[in-house]
């Protein structure tokens, strides 16, 4: 899995899968994309607006955590 930012676009990528072909979008919302490779599974989700969505209830930190071990690990978002 692999987190991208950008901030002069102000656009973040979460992408789930190695790079694949075929890789089709489905618009959510007018601030949510869904890329699914073609065999149905989801590859990567696009979010628009990035700043808003990332830090909503976290501030400035990205947070990832094991809800099995309690183990997590943050990341400072650049500001844009």
């Known amino acids: 899995m692999k987190l991208s930012y950008d901030p002069r676009q102000n656009i973040a990528y979460i992408r789930l899968q190695a ?7 489905v618009r959510v919302s007018d601030a949510i ?24 209830g976290d ?3 990205f947070v990832l955590e094991n809800e099995v071990t ?10 844009s």
């Open 33 to 56: 994309n869904v890329d699914l490779a073609a065999d149905g599974t989801v590859y990567g989700i696009e979010l628009l607006n990035a700043n808003e969505q990332l830090r909503q």
């Open 19 to 25: 790079k694949t072909k075929g890789v089709a979008t």
């Open 59 to 61: 501030g400035d930190r």
């Open 70 to 79: 309690g183990e997590h690990a943050e990341v400072k978002l650049p500001l």
